[in-house]
């Protein structure tokens, strides 16, 4: 950053996930903007199940922040970890140094949520990140390699069973995925077992599965992923995870080595260091123009906040949330910035404009709802295909992800199923828990560098 920035207003954002980046494009003021974000790059967490059932590879999905930034001579990107805000010297302090900022920005995103059995983490991945992503794809295609070198028929059952946990759209996701690999893509490689004997189970608390989604949709769903092999077992909690079975709250123990988890989200802990009383799941409840009780000068964006707008909508964690709060942001911050800075006067409120929900489940099935619209099947995929990509960033990621699908569709094949360095893997698994995003921990996963660099 040159010199003649250096007297100007301070923006530090953090986080640039979905709600940091909208609010960094649109905030047009005369000011310098710090963007400190743990990991190098923006993550597409709509496509990381894709990633983990092996159908992209990582760099698919992600774009370095400094190279989406690099016109913008304003902005400044620094990868670091915040580690705790402090309001009153109006300072963050970060895992190397502290920076003070005018104002401040908090759209650090959430974590995966063990309902308070974080040593469960260690047998099943949540999917939050790139390097739980690529945990998750080892596991799965170490388990089939092992379950065609295993004479034992009862442990090659359990390599061969995958008991997906929660039934909101990542574990529907998930599931559809599973199958369709395990019967369609896996089907010819094998010669001792027969993947399509695998057993994909979908474990689901409530008597739904998408529970924001209207009831008749719900059923939908759920008839596809039975027609795709799945079983759905509703009412039924998980109450145990180890790494050989999982155990449900009637005391069925389902023998498995794979446990996908997609059950629960929690806000990033970094709200614990407020000072402040926290809502459901450790959120910030913010003012209605989003910032935070007391201080105009903090705003909170995207799935750390609760809010429930002037139309009394509760708004959701999903991507169209965290990047109309942004977009709301700037526009307020730049009022400020045009006015004194640090100007208190009445805001606007954000309101929250629903675009719809749609979640796939697998080739040609699929559920939507978009504009008061309910459809399912090819024209849910379809749809559900283009608006993924049209909202994907980079156009090289574009390309490659079309071409992606295009070769799957056409060869039933799935281009990322390299295990790579299978033997030092599993020897982590199997000893340390890995590296990957420890539910809650401020210093999570999203930069198992060696990793991710080996990908694609
Ligand atoms: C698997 C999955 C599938 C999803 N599918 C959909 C979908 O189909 N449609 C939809 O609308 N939404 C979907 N979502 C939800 C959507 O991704 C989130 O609502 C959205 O990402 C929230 O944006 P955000 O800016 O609040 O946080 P995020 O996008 O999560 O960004 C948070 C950023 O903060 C960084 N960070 C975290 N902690 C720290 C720290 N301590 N220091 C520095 N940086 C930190 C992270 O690296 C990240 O870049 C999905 C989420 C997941 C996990």
């Given amino acids: 950053m040159g010199d003649e920035h250096e007297n100007l207003p301070h923006v530090v954002v953090l986080g640039g996930g979905f709600g940091g980046l909208q609010f960094c494009k649109h905030l047009k003021g005369h000011c310098r903007i710090t963007l400190i974000d743990r990991t190098n790059h923006h993550l597409f967490q709509p496509l990381l199940y894709q990633v983990a059932m092996a159908g992209l590879s990582a760099p698919e999905v992600a774009e370095p922040i400094r190279s989406i930034f690099r016109h913008d001579r304003r902005i400044t990107v620094l990868m670091d970890t915040a580690e705790r805000i402090d309001l009153e010297r109006r300072r963050v302090v970060l895992s190397t140094r502290d920076i003070a900022y005018d104002y401040l920005v908090i759209a650090l995103g959430g974590g995966v949520h063990y309902f308070g059995n974080d040593h469960w983490e260690q047998h099943a991945p949540g999917l ?10 080892r596991m799965i295609l170490t388990s089939f ?5 295993c004479d034992d028929p009862d442990e090659r059952r359990r390599l061969m069973n995958i008991v997906v946990v929660g039934g909101g759209p990542t574990g529907v996701e998930l599931a559809g995925a599973m199958a369709e690999l395990t019967r369609q893509v896996f089907k010819r490689d094998f010669r001792r077992i027969n993947p399509a004997e695998a057993k994909v189970i979908l474990v689901e608390g409530g008597d739904h599965l998408l529970d924001t989604y209207p009831v008749d949709l719900s059923l939908k769903a759920a008839e596809q992923l039975e027609s795709l092999g799945v079983v759905v077992m509703f009412n039924h909690r998980v109450v145990e995870v180890t790494d050989a079975c999982v155990t449900l709250d009637d005391g069925e123990t389902i023998p498995t080595r794979n446990v996908l988890w997609g059950a629960g989200v929690h806000a990033n802990p970094i709200t614990r260091t407020l000072g402040i009383e926290l809502g459901p799941g450790g959120r910030i409840p913010v003012e209605p123009d989003l910032s935070l009780p007391g201080r105009p000068d903090v705003f909170a964006i995207g799935d750390i906040v609760t809010l429930r707008d002037p139309n009394r909508v509760l708004v959701p964690g999903v ?18 910035l045009g006015q ?57 990621n574009k390309l490659a992800v079309l071409l992606s699908w295009f070769y799957s569709y056409v060869a039933f094949k799935r281009g990322a199923r390299i295990i790579f360095n299978a033997a030092r893997s599993a020897a982590a698994d199997s000893s340390t828990p890995p590296q990957t995003s420890a539910p809650g921990a401020p210093v999570a996963s999203g930069g198992s560098a060696a990793t991710i660099e080996t990908d694609g």
Avoid at 128 to 137: F, G, H
Wanted: charged residues 25%.
């Fill in 340 to 396: 004194r800075l640090g100007a208190v006067r009445a805001r606007k409120p954000f309101v929250y404009v629903d675009k719809g929900s749609m979640a796939t489940i697998g080739r040609k099935r699929g559920v939507a709802w978009v504009g008061g619209l309910k459809f399912s099947g090819l024209l849910a995929w379809l749809t559900w295909l283009g608006v993924h990509l049209i909202f994907l960033i980079g156009y090289r």
């Fill in 128 to 137: 939050k990140t790139l390097a739980d992503a690529l945990r998750m794809r």
């Fill in 319 to 336: 991507a169209p949330a965290a990047m109309q709060m942004g977009r709301h942001v700037a526009a307020l911050i730049d009022e400020d």
């Fill in 145 to 149: 390699e092992k379950a065609e070198n």
